[in-house]
């Protein structure tokens, strides 16, 4: 197998972590199997170790400019929804599949850019400390700083979810779309957790709640508003990072993807994605329609 092949779903991994953005992540990568071919050691023993470390080092440039964007998005700024996508495999189950929630991803945002460097590359794919030393141009101890803070940060805003099985989160999934597509309120209400946030992506490109909606009463307003702007759209569930979601479509166009967290039996949050700079293209979802919303 190639390079490409052996390494880029790792470094796709780290990258999308580390950038929030999967066309960000893409060029990093990219430009990382670049400088392998260009200006690796001609004795490189260990290539994934070395596009590791010039990755994130890639990164850790492009989230200072990345920053300043978010800085002047329009409304809520959600990370780019991945579909049919699970890279649980490359490290430890539960550490690779809390890195990619919503909520976590939010927090990281938050973070200076060497902290985000230093909890992903750290906590979630067990890069030791002298080696992390040599991706942010500090010494050890002030890496090991550096994840503390960040992990503190990450616990305190996005705490451990109460796990549910694939399949229960699949069921209620299924649930909510059949309640979404029959006009069904009160099933929807009984979905819902009490404290449920609704956060919704429109990037200024379309129109979208501009701050995250708290409680399930508030959410229930926006959802039937929803419901009646998106009446006729087709709904499909799809496998998002993190776990399932739903994909609205229009004649066959991507208009929105739902990210559904689910903790306790109920969902927690409700994260919309409707700018179409982050929409994925039709033909990357290939599960039949469940519905169309009333």
Known sequence: ????????????????????????????????????????????E????????????????????????????????????????????????????????????????S??????????????FGMDFDRLATVVDRTPQACRQLAS????????????????????????????????????????????????VLRSDGGGAVHAARVPVHGRKQVMTLLAGLARRYAGVAVRPVRLAGGDGVVLSLEAKVIGVVGLEISGGRITELNLVVNPAKLPRSGETSEPDAGRLT
């Open 111 to 124: 973070l200076t850019p060497a902290e985000r460097v230093a909890f992903v590359l750290h906590d979630v």
């Open 46 to 109: 260990h290539p994934r170790a070395w596009l590791t470390t010039v990755t994130s080092r890639i990164c850790l440039d492009m989230l200072g400019s990345a920053r300043a964007r978010h800085e002047t998005y329009v409304g809520t700024w959600l990370p780019e929804p991945l579909l049919a996508y699970d890279d649980s495999d490359l490290g430890e189950v539960s550490a690779m599949r809390e890195s990619v929630r919503t909520a976590v991803l939010l927090v990281l945002e």
């Open 149 to 196: 803070r960040a992990r503190r940060r990450v616990r305190a805003a996005a705490p451990p979810r109460v796990p549910v099985s694939a399949e229960e989160h699949r069921r209620i999934t299924a649930t909510f779309l059949k309640a979404a597509s029959d006009g069904d309120l009160a099933e929807l209400v009984n979905l819902l957790d009490p404290q449920v």
């Open 1 to 44: 197998m190639d390079d490409w092949g052996q390494h880029h779903r790792y470094l796709f991994a780290v990258a999308y972590r580390l950038l929030g953005s999967s066309a960000d992540a893409e060029d990093a990568v990219q430009e990382a199997f670049i400088r392998l071919r260009t200006s690796a050691p001609a004795d490189l």
